[in-house]
């Protein structure tokens, strides 16, 4: 069966987006502002990978390891954040507590009450170590040097590869949907480790993507209708577009909630955030993208015969009435 029959909406739409930029464009700021108020008012619930703790590395010896019945075990003793996930094979199990009170000492006390809780007779312990806050501050520092450098490449890029107007839409748009995560992470009291560092960075390429097929129909129609106004034309381009994109972040969810949903406690808040990631990445290539053009002066609000070029009049005077 080909791909071109397979589509989301039976014909394409012609849904006027544009007409709702001035209260959509103010309202994307105004979640901006409020994700960086509960950004610098709650702060973030960091993982043990910022904070610092302590890793056992074990291993049973009577059959594939028990992950719930560990964490059960280990939750009961009250040390805060725990994580257990099974790696390399089903019989080896990575432990890792949250940082305690009391300096080395109360971190030797952890491993002390782990074995106590765990016992000797069908587990090897492999690995004891404790991750320290300065080795917790340079994850951090490097996890926002790689969102800042994703960030640059992408202006670079597509300034190169587009016009300059396009470069700044997408790396607001982009922005846009960084902040309103953090925001999420903010609000919710989701932990944030390291998988949510990897979530951010693929949310930004999501909406990179999302953004850069409408700048691309966007780009493709400035060419073709010389004359068609600015947000006629951004119109046209997203409605065109519009049953892929559904159809991506449609699809894309689906997976997500299933991870969301059976994926377990480890991987919860890298789906969480995906989910969030997806759905404001479909809003702002739309809402956020698209008027960024408008407000940067892509085209002039009005235009003339005179920026018509030869032999393209007849394809520019369809192009307006169709829009109309």
């Known amino acids: 069966m080909s791909f071109a029959l397979i589509k989301f909406l039976p014909q394409e739409p012609k849904l006027r987006f544009m007409a709702y ?7 994307s700021v105004v979640m901006m502002v409020v994700s960086l108020g509960l950004f610098a008012a709650l702060g973030l619930n960091l993982g043990i990978d910022f904070r610092g703790g302590t890793v056992i590395e074990i291993r049973t010896l009577d059959g594939p ?21 099974s790696f390399g094979n089903d019989t080896d199990v990575l432990i890792r507590i949250q940082q305690q009170p009391g300096g080395d000492r109360a971190q ?9 809780e765990l016992g000797d007779q069908a587990i090897e312990y492999r690995r004891f170590e404790v991750v320290g806050p ?7 520092v490097a996890g926002i040097i790689a969102v800042a450098a994703a960030l640059g490449a992408i202006l670079i890029y597509i300034w190169v590869r587009f016009e300059w107007q396009f470069a700044i839409g997408a790396i607001i748009a982009t922005v846009h949907d960084v902040i309103l ?6 609000v919710t009291g989701l932990e944030f480790n390291l998988s949510s560092i990897a979530a951010i960075l693929t949310i930004v390429g999501y909406s990179l993507n999302d953004t850069v ?32 994109t559904i159809m991506t972040s449609v699809t894309t969810l689906i997976a997500l909630g299933s991870l969301f949903l059976f ?25 956020v993208a698209g008027p960024v053009l408008v407000f940067l002066k ?19 005077v369809d192009g307006e009435k169709a829009s109309s």
Request: proline share 2%.
């Open 21 to 27: 930029r001035n209260w959509a464009f103010p309202f």
């Open 65 to 85: 390891a028990d992950i719930g019945g560990i964490r059960t075990q280990l939750n009961q003793l009250q040390f805060g954040d725990v994580e257990v996930q």
């Open 108 to 116: 030797q006390a952890v491993v002390e009450r782990v074995r106590a």
């Open 134 to 140: 300065r080795v917790s501050g340079e994850l951090a």
């Open 181 to 186: 995560t953090l925001g999420l992470f903010a």
């Open 213 to 244: 097929v409408v700048y691309d129909r966007v780009r493709e129609n400035l060419r073709r209708y010389k004359r068609m106004l600015i947000d006629d034309l951004l119109d046209l381009s997203v409605n065109s577009m519009l049953s892929r």
């Open 263 to 287: 994926g377990g406690e480890i991987i919860r808040s890298f789906t969480a955030a995906m989910i969030w990631g997806v759905l404001v990445g479909t809003y702002s290539s739309i809402f």
């Open 298 to 316: 892509l085209r002039p609000a009005k235009t003339t015969g005179a920026d018509d070029d030869s032999g393209s009049g007849s394809d520019d």
